[in-house]
């Protein structure tokens, strides 16, 4: 990693995390990105990509940007259930503030602690960590977010395939 701007990095890493969650949501209608498969503990793939959204909102925008939290409140107040324009003006407005803080913040603030009251339920211990941990635990835990939307999207698609001939030829393409 280039030490340069290294919280620029963060953005763009987050960014592409999270364009790629847009990417694997757009592949579903609306229905099925609200829909829960049989073995899931009602988990949906808007779901996880809110959830994904809250994270950034968690670890990034309120402990090292001093927001308040409010990304989801819009998105969660009047909506239900959400739908795919709902869910990428919220993408779009998160990385845009992510790219806002992140883009210029000096590399040697990344060692300064957070305000333990930003982060007041997250932490299971006393310690306050540096806004490098912030955004270090907001990448993981963005990229496991993206990972089980992957791969529920993926289930819900196989799940509502008709099994015609020309699923039964992929199948046995990829088995």
């Given at each position: 990693?280039?030490?340069?701007?290294?919280?620029?990095?963060?953005?763009?890493?987050?960014?592409?995390?999270?364009?790629?969650?847009?990417?694997?949501?757009?592949?579903?209608?609306?229905?099925?990105?609200?829909?829960?498969?049989?073995?899931?503990?009602?988990?949906?793939?808007?779901?996880?990509?809110?959830?994904?959204?809250?994270?950034?909102?968690?670890?990034?925008?309120?402990?090292?940007?001093?927001?308040?939290?409010?990304?989801?409140?819009?998105?969660?107040?009047?909506?239900?259930?959400?739908?795919?324009?709902?869910?990428?003006?919220?993408?779009?407005?998160?990385?845009?503030?992510?790219?806002?803080?992140?883009?210029?913040?000096?590399?040697?603030?990344?060692?300064?602690?957070?305000?333990?009251?930003?982060?007041?339920?997250?932490?299971?211990?006393?310690?306050?960590?540096?806004?490098?941990?912030?955004?270090?635990?907001?990448?993981?835990?963005?990229?496991?977010?993206l990972g089980e939307i992957q791969i529920l999207c993926h289930t819900v698609m196989w799940n509502t395939m008709p099994a015609g001939k020309s699923a039964q030829s992929y199948l046995r393409g990829i088995v």
């Amino acid at each position: 990693m280039n030490n340069a701007h290294q919280a620029a990095q963060f953005a763009v890493t987050l960014e592409k995390i999270g364009n790629q969650a847009l990417l694997e949501c757009r592949a579903l209608p609306d229905d099925l990105l609200n829909w829960s498969p049989a073995f899931s503990t009602s988990c949906t793939p808007m779901l996880l990509a809110l959830e994904l959204a809250q994270v950034i909102e968690n670890w990034v925008l309120v402990p090292v940007g001093g927001r308040q939290p409010a990304l989801m409140d819009h998105v969660t107040g009047c909506h239900s259930p959400a739908t795919f324009p709902i869910l990428s003006a919220c993408y779009a407005e998160w990385i845009k503030s992510v790219h806002t803080i992140l883009d210029s913040f000096p590399n040697a603030l990344l060692d300064l602690l957070v305000e333990k009251q930003s982060l007041a339920q997250k932490l299971p211990s006393q310690a306050r960590p540096t806004v490098h941990t912030c955004l270090l635990t907001a990448v993981e835990r963005s990229a496991l977010h993206l990972g089980e939307i992957q791969i529920l999207c993926h289930t819900v698609m196989w799940n509502t395939m008709p099994a015609g001939k020309s699923a039964q030829s992929y199948l046995r393409g990829i088995v």
